[in-house]
C-alpha cells in the first residue's frame, strides 16, 4: 500500500552536492540497520546531474562511472545501487529504495505509481516544486522530527464524496473512462451547488493517499477546476448519482463525526 512508504525529503536550495551527499550517505545507514538486503535506485533527470566526485565520496571510487555505464554497484552494509534517468526510469521496480534527485512532475508521478517499494528519499532543487508532492504525503524532514500526516483540509461531506466516487471509478485507469469522468464531474457539480467547498489541490492530495494512480488524481484536480470555473463539460449519462445522494453524503459525514 502506498501509506506504507516511508517517504523523506533533504531541503535543498539548487546545486548543493551536500545534499545529494546527505540522500546516499542516508541510504547506505538504511542497509547498515536493516536486516534484509536493500536495492536502491538512484533517479536523476538526465546523466548530467550526476557528478561522480559526490557519488565516489560516498559509495567508493569509481562508481558514479559504473552507474552511467548502466551498472550496478554495491553498497556498504548490503544492497546494490542503479541508475535510472527520467526517460529510463518507468514506475516498476523490484527493489526496495528510491534515491529522487532534482525530480520533476513526471518522476514523481512515477515514484508514486511505484508501490512495492519500501523507502523514497527526495533531493529537490527547489523545495516550490515538489510542494504539490509533499502536500500529499507529508514527508519526513531529514534531520527534522516530524510524525504522522498532515490532515488535509476538505471537509467532511466532500470526503465522504470521494469516498463514494472512488468505490466505483477504475483506479487502475483513474479518469480515463467516460463514465467515471462523468461520474466526477456531476459529483463535484452536485457539491459545488450544495456550497460545499471544494479545494482542488487538498482533493489531489486526498486522491494521492487513497490508492489513486498519479494521471487520475491530476485529472481529478483538473475536473475540480473545471467545475470551479464552471466550465461546459461533455457528460454520459452512465455517470449520473442517486437525487438524494447529496442527503446521504451528508448523513455519512454527521455519522462520522458522533
Known amino acids: 500500500m502506498s501509506e506504507d512508504i516511508q517517504r523523506f525529503v533533504i531541503p535543498n536550495n539548487g546545486p548543493e552536492t551536500e545534499s545529494i551527499l546527505h540522500a546516499l550517505a542516508h541510504y547506505v545507514e538504511y542497509c547498515q540497520h536493516s536486516t534484509s538486503v536493500l536495492d536502491a535506485l538512484l533517479i536523476v533527470p538526465t546523466k548530467q546531474q550526476l557528478e561522480g566526485t559526490v557519488i565516489d565520496e560516498v559509495i567508493g571510487i569509481g562508481c558514479a562511472k559504473q552507474l552511467l555505464k548502466g551498472k550496478p554497484v554495491d553498497v556498504q552494509g548490503g544492497g546494490s545501487l542503479l541508475l535510472k534517468t527520467e526517460r529510463t526510469f518507468r514506475g516498476a521496480w523490484h527493489g526496495e529504495v528510491l534515491i529522487v534527485i532534482y525530480p520533476t512532475k513526471k518522476m514523481l508521478n512515477a515514484v508514486d505509481a511505484c508501490l512495492t517499494i519500501s523507502a523514497v528519499v527526495v533531493v529537490p532543487w527547489i523545495m516550490e516544486e515538489i510542494s504539490e508532492w509533499v502536500r ?14 498532515t490532515p488535509l483540509n476538505i471537509n467532511a461531506v466532500v470526503q465522504e464524496g470521494l469516498k463514494a466516487l472512488t468505490s466505483r471509478v477504475n483506479l487502475s485507469t483513474g479518469l480515463a473512462h467516460p463514465s467515471d469522468r462523468s461520474a466526477a464531474i456531476g459529483l463535484f457539480r452536485i457539491l459545488q451547488k450544495a456550497g460545499e467547498a471544494l479545494d482542488a489541490d487538498e482533493i489531489r492530495a486526498w486522491a494521492m493517499r487513497n490508492n489513486w494512480i498519479p494521471r487520475g488524481a491530476d485529472d481529478l484536480c483538473e475536473v475540480v477546476q473545471g467545475v470551479l470555473a464552471r466550465k461546459r463539460f461533455k457528460t454520459s449519462r452512465s455517470g449520473g448519482w442517486a437525487t438524494n445522494i447529496l442527503d446521504i453524503l451528508r448523513e455519512r459525514a454527521a455519522g462520522d463525526a458522533q
Open 136 to 149: 500529499s504525503w507529508s514527508p519526513s524532514l531529514l534531520g527534522d522530527v516530524q510524525s504522522g500526516v
